[in-house]
Antibody, heavy 121, light 107 residues
Framework: QVQLVQSGAEVKKPGASVKVSCKASGYSFTSYDINWVRQATGQGLEWMGWMNPKSGNTGYAQKFQGRVTLTRNTSISTAYMELSSLRSEDTAVYYC??????????????WGQGTMVTVSS | SYELTQPPSVSVSPGQTARITCSGDALPKHYAYWYQQKPGQAPVLVIYKDTERPSGIPERFSGSSSGTTVTLTISGVQAEDEADYYCQSADSSGIKVFGGGTKLTVL
């Protein structure tokens, strides 16, 4: 079945970087953009950016410009989100999501299970 | 970038109708989407393109749009509908934004 499976929880020190993976299965990986959304504990959803897996084109929320990098490895149907210069405020659950079910290209109809990233000294 | 504004909380009794609004200047030009999120779970799409309901979503969930405001309506609210609800939209370049979220409490 169609699913996005993310890598496991991470604990990082301030100033470090983290790279979260999102493995797609059950559909053609290059056919649908992958988006990344994060959620701090008790807070709302925050969109970070999108990537077209076929072209590698990306778009980022202004807040994360210069600090987040979205990449992919098409041979293993996996997308990556790397966030650098981590600070405590980056502690959050990070989700990948896309529109593979086809309702609308801007609607996130499938989500990964989430990856908890903790930034602590 | 633009903003979407939601009320922090809405409370209703079981069987009543809950209405959750989302306001934003760009909404007349761009579709809105709604997500339901229960504690410890990933969000679930419940409305897309302002008014459309994905398969598997109960008919009691509906969406509407008027000017700069979109509304998620849950008719005959059930206890299982207690959750956080988020609106979302996107501009022409693919930049997306979420509203701040609304906590629906079923009394």
């Amino acid at each position: 079945q169609v699913q996005l499976v993310q890598s496991g929880a991470e604990v990082k020190k301030p100033g470090a970087s983290v790279k979260v993976s999102c493995k797609a299965s059950g559909y053609s990986f290059t056919s649908y953009d992958i988006n990344w959304v994060r959620q701090a504990t008790g807070q709302g959803l925050e969109w970070m950016g999108w990537m077209n897996p076929k072209s590698g084109n990306t778009g980022y929320a202004q807040k994360f410009q210069g600090r987040v990098t979205l990449t992919r490895n098409t041979s293993i149907s996996t997308a990556y989100m790397e966030l650098s210069s981590l600070r405590s405020e980056d502690t959050a659950v990070y989700y990948c999501a896309n529109s593979v079910r086809g309702y609308h290209w801007n609607a996130f109809d499938i989500w990964g299970q989430g990856t908890m990233v903790t930034v602590s000294s | 970038s633009y903003e979407l504004t939601q009320p922090p909380s809405v409370s209703v009794s079981p069987g009543q109708t809950a209405r959750i609004t989302c306001s934003g200047d760009a909404l007349p030009k761009h579709y809105a989407y709604w997500y339901q999120q229960k504690p410890g779970q990933a969000p679930v799409l419940v409305i897309y393109k302002d008014t459309e309901r994905p398969s598997g979503i109960p008919e009691r969930f509906s969406g509407s749009s008027s000017g700069t405001t979109v509304t998620l309506t849950i008719s005959g609210v059930q206890a299982e509908d207690e959750a956080d609800y988020y609106c979302q939209s996107a501009d022409s370049s693919g930049i997306k934004v979420f509203g701040g979220g609304t906590k629906l409490t079923v009394l």
